[in-house]
């Protein structure tokens, strides 16, 4: 139920990987144990995890882990990755930031969803998933980017890590022992394990040579924030029309043009490319009157609309999320359609995934008394199986939903709107999806 961030990177061209077997000699460079590439949500959960289990072992490792994060820019209302969007941040979520420490500082940016209504435009299938039924507060919280962003880096700054902000990656050599980086700025970084966390487009991933998936699904993405006549009180809504999901998550109100506590929304409406473009371009009054038609009147009357932006909508995925002493996290190693709100939610777990795999091999070099090395292949393995079943389960449960629900065939019309009322009349039938929904590990 919401879209992928993406991460600014540069458009120059970071010069060619060279590989060899011998370390490259740079006295000058800034050596480090980790270092990220990609500063928005991923990356930044991932530095701030990363310095809270550097304070958990640095006693008994003699030294905090050393932890280098570089970003293209300062969180403000132009940052791609921390922009005027909002995402749902499931249960799981919410509990695996807790765990980092993050959430505390976050949470007095969150809008409860507390119930999640799912339908079939046209049809009678239909159903609900209420926090109260699982015995929750809540199925999630919805923040918006741009404020997250703020506090996120605030965070960084609070703790032991090195952070080039802004910077961006220039060349990238890498031989047995790790890679030598040289950033926009002339800044050289020497590090044992290497993390791609610079979106969709990662420069990495192109300077590395790595591969990836595409599966085009025809659609594109209108995203706004809208006003309505009356509270949401905690709902989200997945809608399904005939061009595709429409989603509205609930978000904290504010005071516009002198009028307090508007209600707000944020909308993710998946369409063709030619009623994108018609429908973002259109008067205020005529968009929101398609609107109206399109999603119907159960979240009141649609008052007003925010800035209406659009990008496409594709599934792209690495088949093999790592390579040598490098990791691929989030958007760098998938970019989900916005369906079922799996994106961050998903990046989020390969962060945890990863932290676990580091501090089983701080555990083991303890223990067999070695130095330690962070980027060693049994870190990049362990990550790979620890996040592959996860991964290719929700990709692929993602794609089945675009697929399935975006067609009108009509045996499958009928299929799913029995489906979906079905999980109405027959509740513990619920569990596996709410279990989903909510963000936690797919088996």
Not at 81 to 94: E, L, Y
Not at 184 to 197: D, E, H, M, P, W
Not at 348 to 370: F, M, N, P, Y
Not at 395 to 412: A, C, D, H, K, T
Request: proline share 5%; aromatic share 6%; net charge neutral.
């Amino acid at each position: 139920m919401t879209q992928p961030e993406t991460l600014s990177t540069s458009t120059k061209p970071i010069s060619s990987n060279t590989t060899t077997n011998k370390p490259i000699a740079n006295n000058d460079a800034e050596k480090v144990d980790i270092t990220i590439v990609g500063g928005a949500m991923a990356g930044a959960s991932l530095a701030l995890g990363l310095a809270q289990l550097s304070e958990k072992y640095q006693t008994k490792l003699n030294r905090p882990l050393s932890i280098a994060i570089i970003e293209a820019v300062a969180p403000d209302a132009n940052h791609p990755g921390f922009d005027a969007r909002s995402i749902a941040i499931a249960h799981g979520s919410v509990f695996e930031l807790t765990r980092l420490g993050i959430w505390p500082k976050l949470a007095s940016l969150g809008t409860e969803i507390e119930n999640i209504h799912i339908s079939d435009r046209g049809h009678f299938g239909m159903t609900e998933l209420n926090a109260e039924q699982f015995n929750l507060s809540s199925m999630g919280q919805v923040v918006e980017l741009a404020k997250v962003g703020k506090v996120l880096f605030d965070e960084l700054k609070q703790h032991d890590i090195k952070l080039y902000c802004p910077a961006t990656l220039d060349a990238l050599e890498t031989d047995a022992t790790g890679h030598s980086l040289t950033l926009s700025n002339g800044q050289q970084i020497r590090t044992q394990l290497l993390v791609a966390a610079d979106g969709a487009h990662s420069k990495v991933r192109q300077a590395l040579k790595q591969d990836i998936e595409k599966v085009e699904f025809d659609q594109v993405a209108l995203v706004a924030n809208v006003q309505t006549d009356k509270p949401h009180q905690g709902w989200a809504y997945e809608r399904f029309t005939d061009t595709g999901p429409l989603a509205l998550l609930p978000m904290s109100s504010e005071s516009v043009q002198g009028k307090s506590h508007q209600p707000r929304l944020s909308l993710v409406w998946a369409l063709d490319s030619e009623q994108a473009q018609a429908l973002k371009t259109a008067p205020k009054a005529e968009f929101l009157a398609s609107l109206q038609r399109a999603f119907g009147n159960r979240v009141g009357r649609f008052t007003d609309v925010g800035e209406r932006v659009s990008y496409p909508l594709t599934l792209s995925y690495m088949p093999r999320p790592i390579y040598h002493r490098t990791v691929f996290i989030g958007n760098a190693a998938q970019t989900l359609h916005p369906i079922a709100g799996q994106g961050f939610n998903l990046g989020l777990r390969d962060v945890v995934g990863l932290i676990d795999a580091i501090e089983t091999v701080i555990k083991h070099s303890l223990q067999q008394q070695q130095a330690l090395d962070i980027g060693q292949h049994t870190v990049i393995h362990d990550y790979l199986s620890l996040r592959e079943a996860d991964r290719s389960n929700t990709i692929n449960n993602v794609e089945f939903l675009v697929r399935g629900f975006s067609n009108q065939y009509w045996p499958l019309v009928a299929g799913r709107s029995l489906g979906l009322r079905l999980l109405s009349w027959c509740p513990p039938l619920k569990a596996p999806i709410a279990h989903k929904a909510m963000g936690w590990k797919s088996a």
